[in-house]
């Protein structure tokens, strides 16, 4: 049974078109135009308890708005969607008392007071028992390292310690359901890794459903077994990153490193592709399906004197581009 | 929403607002300016007429001082704020609380009310009822109130008039819902607020023919009524019937901003990705 059903999930944006200039701005005020932006177009899934699934997709895909749908704050134009047997935006009170949100780009902080604050409303409003607020406040404050910051106004904190604020803020009431529209925006190397760390957490040991929503593709990497991919409004392929792969090319990369003073002369005949050639390194594309790596490598180096090799996939970002350059055509 | 609850998003919402004192002092001066201004006018007035003044010099004074001390209870202004909140998007964090929107909105507008009345009214307070008689500037302070019971059904009415307040700036934020942007409505409001309210020229002067409408419409309850109770014009003992109409426009607004909001954030597009 899946805590999170989607189905045909659609939601038109009808805008009013603004002509350009004054004879633009003129004539619409005597009749306006409207334009139709489609930002779900039949999106269906299903996410089980205690899933941790990444959204993923081009800029415009939709992603944001599916977010907001499924948060309840947006009445879709067709379809339904189910968290826990209820329909958000019907439902929404109930609803949002298990959901934990964080809205990259915006806060759900007071701007001109300390965090200690935002989180004692948020203690208020959630009505969280004091004992529990004290425990995962703690929690929270060491993982995410806040400790230097709640009492600091939260206009005058950077983008990235907002940010982990945000997070915390959204998990105070200990939600059964978490959504994270790109929560890691902004973030130094060492926030990312304790963001993902308490994401992953409260996935496994707390058994929370987490849909997170990134660009970033080493988030999904450490994180999602499991992920979506949208583009334009519809859902292109669902599954295991591996198996993302795997839909796009199976191909994988050989990096070499020519001895000194050797140069480069070409495949002459290997069964591979020349991706990139700068100096002395050379990286191959082959497909093991094709050529065995270990056969690819006996061949190249009965030809070509070599001081370094490495195997290795293709960045994801590449695979997902493709992906997304694919789902458009 | 429990009475804690929202207890702690007013006081969080005032003490917000509390960190801009500065703009509050050029207010003060500038309630000064305007208080006496229309005192003299009014003053003067008075002198050349030949009917008696609705409006004993002690009522009129009192009148028109506290008038100012409550100039930052009118609502004609929407809370930047919630303006930034719906035009940001930021709104979206509001609407995935577990409590009413309408409440907790509510509760927001009233500390952010509060607050600009409480920075603005408590040092004009002092300055026309302590300083301006220590000056030597007996004719121009604040009098004392007509008695203890008028300065109790006057503190009353004031409640009232702030919740009435509030409940009136809440239409005002419930169409930005709509419109994205409060212009239209911060244009129109202040002319019917300041003139219908008694912050420009006291009710009690205005032409008994349109004394009924005044007497019906909501706005009177914002000062009008208050100041009234605190002069004695209105008199204790008829102190029930207004502050009871005040509260009935106050709950009909109430229900009308609540219906308004459930249509607004129905078809609310949470703006930004
Ligand atoms: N309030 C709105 N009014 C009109 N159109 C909108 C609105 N919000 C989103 N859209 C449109 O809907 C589409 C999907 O937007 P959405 O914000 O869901 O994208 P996204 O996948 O989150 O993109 P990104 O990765 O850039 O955050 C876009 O084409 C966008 O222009
Ligand atoms: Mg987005």
């Known amino acids: ?329 | 929403m429990r009475p804690a609850t929202a207890w702690a998003v007013v006081s969080l919402r005032f003490r917000e607002v509390l960190q801009y004192r500065a703009a509050a002092w050029a207010g003060v001066f500038t309630q000064v300016i305007f208080g006496f201004i229309i005192l003299m006018s009014l003053r003067a007035f008075a002198a050349s007429g030949t009917a008696d003044s609705p409006l004993s010099p002690e009522q009129l004074t009192a009148y028109v001082w506290l008038g100012q001390c409550l100039f930052t209870l009118m609502p004609w202004n929407a809370d930047r704020s919630v303006v930034a909140m719906v035009r940001t998007g930021s709104v979206a964090y509001e609407l995935v609380r577990p409590v009413d929107t309408y409440a907790l909105w509510y509760c927001r507008t009233l500390g952010w009310r509060t607050s600009m009345v409480c920075t603005r009214a408590l040092p004009l307070l002092v300055l026309v009822g302590v300083v301006f008689p220590l000056a030597g500037l007996d004719g121009w302070a604040l009098p004392a109130p007509a008695s203890a019971g008028a300065l109790a059904c006057f503190l009353v009415a004031l409640a009232v008039g702030v919740l009435l307040a509030t409940a009136l700036g809440m239409l005002m934020h419930v169409t930005i819902l709509w419109t994205l942007d409060p212009e239209g409505v911060t244009r129109l409001a202040p002319a019917f607020v300041m003139l219908l309210s008694g912050m420009i020229i006291p009710l009690p002067l205005f032409p008994d023919a349109v004394q009924p409408l005044l007497a019906a419409l909501p706005f009177r309850g914002l000062i009008d009524v208050p100041l009234r109770l605190y002069g004695g014009h209105i008199p204790v003992a008829a102190a029930l019937g207004p502050i009871a109409l005040s509260a009935a426009w106050t709950a009909a607004l109430i229900v009308l901003g609540r219906w308004m909001m459930a249509r607004g954030l129905r078809q609310i597009v949470i703006q930004g990705g």
Not at chain 1, 163 to 174: F, G, I, N, S
């Open chain 1, 1 to 329: 049974m899946s805590q999170i059903v989607v189905e045909s999930l659609t939601k038109v944006f009808r805008i009013a078109e603004r002509r350009a200039g004054l004879r633009g701005a003129l004539a619409g005020l005597v009749r306006r135009r409207n334009r139709e932006v489609r930002a779900l177009d039949g999106v269906c899934f299903q996410v089980g308890r205690g899933e941790l699934v990444g959204y993923i997709g081009p800029n415009g895909a939709g992603k944001s708005t599916t977010v907001k749908v499924l948060s309840g704050i947006l009445v879709p134009t067709s379809g339904t969607c189910e968290v826990d047997g209820r329909i958000p935006w019907r439902d929404r009170r109930a609803h949002v008392r298990n959901l934990g949100v964080v809205f990259g780009q915006r806060t759900q902080l007071w701007w001109d007071l300390p965090v200690v604050e935002s989180f004692e409303l948020l203690r208020d409003l959630y009505a969280i028992p004091a004992d529990r607020f004290r425990a995962v406040g703690d929690e929270l404050t060491r993982r995410l390292d806040l400790g230097g910051l709640l009492n600091v106004p939260v206009r005058q904190l950077s983008l990235g310690q907002r940010m982990r604020c945000d997070l915390a803020a959204a998990l105070l009431h200990e939600p059964g359901v978490l959504f994270l529209d790109e929560p890691t925006i902004g973030l130094d190397a060492a926030s990312k890794l304790a963001m993902r760390e308490v994401v992953r957490t409260i996935n496994r040991e707390q058994g929370v459903t987490v849909i997170l929503t990134t660009h970033d593709m080493d988030d999904i990497e450490s994180l999602c077994q499991r992920v979506l991919v949208v583009a334009e409004g519809k859902i292109l392929c669902d599954g295991s990153l591996a198996s993302l792969r795997r839909t796009v090319s199976s191909e994988r990369h050989l990096i070499v490193d020519l001895a000194e003073g050797i140069s480069w002369n070409g495949l002459d005949g290997l069964p591979a592709r020349e991706v990139e050639v700068a100096g002395g390194r050379v990286r191959l594309g082959f497909d093991p399906e094709n050529v065995a790596a270990a056969e690819l490598i006996g061949r190249l180096t009965a030809r070509y004197p070599v001081r370094d090799l490495l195997v290795e996939n293709p960045p994801i970002e590449e695979v997902i581009a493709k992906l997304y350059a694919g789902g458009k055509a």
